[in-house]
């Protein structure tokens, strides 16, 4: 078949992608912003077109067959160099704009991102600015966000990572919990107390330290949890409340915190919350101008709006 004759299929094949991406009509059909009925007949006349059964439907899911799975895999390749060269002759404007979807945890984008939302767009006004807040981990190629801000240790190789600020996770009880139950001095002690844990699935009850002042082997310890959730505002509103013992990231911890009281401040917490918050996206040989002023602009920024909480390391990109 010539190119001649696949071109009117191309945004079909496209379409295809998705689903196979999604392995859902539904869920296809919500990310491009077109009924079920649609995806499902464009497939089937797609099929017809070239004589190839393309996709395997049930009534859970859709996957690929054989010779669906081989067409997606070529087509992938081309829409990225596709994407890659729009990008590219985009990038000849000099004025960044278009849409940009970022995710962000809740408690950071509401306290931190939320107050730079008027300046930058006031700065760049051809952008136009999604700010989807989630606490789970989306994944930003099935669900068209052009970027994520969140903690992490390490990226992911398929990934491109411009650190925004280095974070840190510590202990805090309000003075009342304190008064009433008093002030662990060592982690094991953390046995005989009322834990706030954060909501993560597949998470143990479970804190770990390293000491500050010297090298040790770290020192891991089972929690009692009467409280779990998945948003550090919510454990600081009942750490403020008295119920216990919160672990809280310190850009949460230093919002409206003051009257609270560092526990174990001679201890480091390790390997739950990230130490750097970066800005994350799929790699791409070419970074669209409006996502690569919104980078800069948070990096500029971010300092100075989360006090207290140092710039980041210049980690090469």
Known sequence: MSADA????????????????????????????????????????????????????????????????????????????????????????????????????????????????????????????????ADRFVNLENEGFDLAVRHADTVPESYVAWPLLTTEAGLLASPDYVARHGTPTHPDDLGGHICLHYLRPGVADIWSFVPRAEACARIDVPIRVRFRANNSEALRDAVRGGLGIGLLPDFSALAGTADLVPILPDWRVIGFFGQTIHALRPWSATVPPAVRCLVDFLRTHLPAQVRGIAPPRDIPE
Request: positive net charge; aromatic residues 6%.
């Open 6 to 133: 696949i071109a009117p299929h191309v945004a079909d094949i496209y379409l295809l992608t998705v689903v196979s991406q999604t392995r859902s009509f539904t869920q296809a059909a919500r990310r491009l912003g077109i009924s079920k009925a649609s995806v499902s007949g464009r497939i089937h006349d797609l099929e017809r077109s070239l004589g190839l059964p393309l996709v395997r439907r049930t009534t859970r899911s859709v996957s690929m067959t054989e010779a669906g799975q081989l067409l997606v895999s070529g087509a992938q390749n081309a829409f990225g160099a596709l994407y890659d060269s729009v990008n590219a002759a985009r990038q000849t404007m000099d004025q960044p704009r278009g849409l940009v979807r970022v995710s962000a945890p809740v408690a950071f984008g509401r306290q931190h991102l939320a107050p730079l939302v008027t300046p930058f767009l006031q700065a760049y006004p051809e952008v136009t600015l999604e700010l989807d807040l």
